[in-house]
Nanobody
Framework: QVQLVESGGGLVQAGGSLRLSCAAS????????KAWFRQAPGKEREFVSAISWLGRTTAYGDSVKGRFTISRDNAKNTVYLQMNGLKQEDTAVYYC?????????????????WGQGTQVTVSS
C-alpha cells in the first residue's frame, strides 16, 4: 500500500515557525511532483505549495509567498514545508500530495496520492 505520512504539525504562536515533513513509502515517489494543500474548518482544501521532482521548479499560493518554503530530499524520499511568520489564518490541516507524470501543478485534481494530514494551529 502506497503511503504518504506527514509529520511536524503542532501548536505555535503567531510569528513562529514549523517545518512539516512528508515521507513516502515507496522509492517510485521520488520521481513524482509533490505538493502541500491545507484545509481549514468549513473551507475548501486549498493549494499551498508544489515542487517538481528534481526540485528545480516551485510554486506557492499567494497567501504564503515569502513565508513558506518547499523543498525535497529524494534520497530520503521526503518533501518538506518550512513555514515562517505563521499567522492565525494558517491554522488548518496540512496535506501532502504526490502526482506522477506531471512536472508541477497547483490543481488538486492532478494529485493521485494523499497523506492523512497533520494539524497546524497558530495561536494569537
Amino acid at each position: 500500500q502506497v503511503q504518504l505520512v506527514e509529520s511536524g504539525g503542532g501548536l505555535v504562536q503567531a510569528g513562529g515557525s514549523l517545518r512539516l515533513s512528508c515521507a513516502a513509502s515507496e522509492r517510485t515517489f521520488a520521481s513524482y511532483a509533490k505538493a502541500w494543500f491545507r484545509q481549514a474548518p468549513g473551507k475548501e482544501r486549498e493549494f499551498v505549495s508544489a515542487i517538481s521532482w528534481l526540485g528545480r521548479t516551485t510554486a506557492y499560493g499567494d497567501s504564503v509567498k515569502g513565508r513558506f518554503t518547499i523543498s525535497r530530499d529524494n534520497a530520503k524520499n521526503t518533501v518538506y514545508l518550512q513555514m515562517n511568520g505563521l499567522k492565525q489564518e494558517d491554522t488548518a490541516v496540512y496535506y501532502c500530495a504526490a502526482a506522477p507524470n506531471i512536472r508541477i501543478s497547483v490543481a488538486r485534481y492532478e494529485y493521485n496520492y494523499w497523506g492523512q494530514g497533520t494539524q497546524v494551529t497558530v495561536s494569537s
